[in-house]
């Protein structure tokens, strides 16, 4: 049975009239065993795999290598489905008109699986909310999924559907299932499919060379079927009067959760996390309260982890207010480290999005202040991929200056890692 730990970093103290107050809320979980074994019901995976025309043959004979190979990974007893998409979506397998669109692994369904992979020849646009759309509603033909998980490949832009038809199938498709996007080559829109896996709870990155494509897809299918916690929330309190400012998860990367929290009471909320396997994860928590006199405490945010409505772990966030400045001006390192983290990442999608549209100063000062901010906060990652895109002239100071020939490749890899986070240097 997985187990659940959480822990507080903070100052908790203010100063006279100090109204903010900030966290990091470290949860981690162990024993989480495999997707769908873990009594909370059966898992269930989609392999999603492009099939327009640009994928060309050689992209395509690599794409069906890697759906083949994330075939392969799926644990025996698992629901599973392929839909090949291009300007429409469709069912590859199981080959069915109604009832369940998807068939529980074993021998026989994978092998068959494989010979629809197969087939597979590149023809047509690309309407990936269609994909979606039809992902949502297989999962949905399945009654008493627990665990719904897709990888999702594409190699190009979303040009045979409207954005506003994207985003409806990506609000049609949230809180429904996760999905874990990735894009082969250049010529997707990393923005695009960014939206995709923000909203489904996923990640997104570049493969860069089609032969990459398997190796990356085993990861991806191993990853999920060690998942063996189908999904659990963190659930924070906050008392009557005060404003809960932000959660969002800061490690392994940044996440924006703010906006999806759903009311538990009048004083409490639930964010969702989605699946969990054996990992650590860090929040940060921002709670605003009523000032209190010198000398006052209280209890800030109470924040549980919480697994079919049973809480696994908790953490107490907490306020005093001090006359000692040598309290209150205290800095907590690991709240300064996520600070600095989140700002990095917003800083190199700004400074791309200015190169993009030929902004060159804003561009420099904000891929600066990245390179600043990967330095400071120990990013070395960041740092390596932000010294591909810019001359370094002084860390310290954030001095850059854009290369003038920059490898599109690595310009998107950036953009794609500009969320992932290292946790506070020991």
């Given amino acids: 049975m997985a187990r659940f730990s959480a822990d507080v970093y903070q100052n908790e103290f203010l100063p006279d009239g100090g109204t903010d107050v900030h966290a990091i809320v470290t949860v981690a979980c162990t024993e989480a065993g495999v997707a ?3 009594g909370q019901g059966d898992a269930g995976e989609i392999i999603i795999v492009d099939t327009s025309g640009s994928m060309g043959h050689a992209g395509m004979e690599a794409a069906k290598q890697a759906a ?12 599973f489905a392929v839909v090949a998409g291009n300007h429409r979506a469709y069912l590859a397998y199981p080959t069915v008109q109604s009832g369940p669109g998807m068939v529980r692994m074993n ?3 994978r092998a068959m699986a494989g010979r629809a992979i197969a087939s597979f020849r590149p023809d047509g646009g690309t309407a990936i909310g269609s994909w979606l759309l039809l992902t949502r509603d297989l999962f949905g033909s399945v009654p008493g999924l627990a665990q719904k998980h897709a990888v999702l490949l594409t190699d190009g832009e979303n040009h045979n559907e409207s954005e506003v038809q994207l985003d409806a199938a990506i609000q049609r498709a949230t809180g429904v299932f996760q999905c874990d996007c990735r894009g082969v080559g250049v010529a997707w829109k990393v923005s695009e499919v960014r939206k995709i896996a923000q909203a489904l709870l996923g990640t997104v990155d570049i493969i860069p060379h089609p032969n990459q494509m398997a190796a990356v897809f085993a990861e991806l299918m191993q990853a999920s079927m060690a998942r063996g916690v189908a999904e659990a929330r963190l659930r924070v309190w906050a008392p009557q009067g005060s404003q809960v400012l932000f959660v969002r998860q800061v490690a392994p990367t940044v996440e924006e959760l703010t906006g999806r929290g759903t009311p538990v009471n009048d004083l409490t909320r639930d964010f969702p996390t989605g699946s969990w396997a054996d990992e650590s994860r860090d929040y940060h928590v921002a709670v605003r309260l009523a000032a209190r006199a010198l000398g006052q405490e209280q209890l800030a945010a109470r924040v549980q ?20 400045e040598l309290l209150t001006t205290r800095i907590n390192p690991e709240v300064a480290h996520y600070t600095g983290q989140t700002e990095l990442a917003e800083a190199i999608q700004e400074g791309l999005a200015a190169k993009a549209v030929g902004d060159e100063g804003t561009a420099t000062l904000r891929l600066g202040r ?20 810019v001359e370094v002239e002084d860390e310290g100071t954030g001095t850059v200056r854009l290369k003038r020939e920059v490898d599109r490749a690595d310009e998107m890899a950036l953009d794609t890692a500009s969320t992932k986070t290292t946790r506070i240097r020991s």
Avoid: Y
């Avoid at 982890?305 to 000692?324: G, H, N, T």
């Avoid at 390179?371 to 010294?387: D, F, I, K, S, Y």
């Fill in 305 to 324: 982890v919480v697994v079919r409505d049973e809480v696994q772990a908790q953490a107490l966030v907490k306020a005093q207010w001090s006359a000692d």
């Fill in 370 to 389: 990245a390179v600043q901010l990967a330095a400071a906060t120990g990013n070395e990652e960041a740092t390596t991929r932000l010294r591909k895109v």
């Fill in 107 to 109: 021998a026989q369904t």
């Fill in 68 to 79: 083949t190979v994330a075939l392969g990974q799926i644990v025996d007893g698992t629901w």
């Fill in 36 to 38: 769908g074994q873990g």
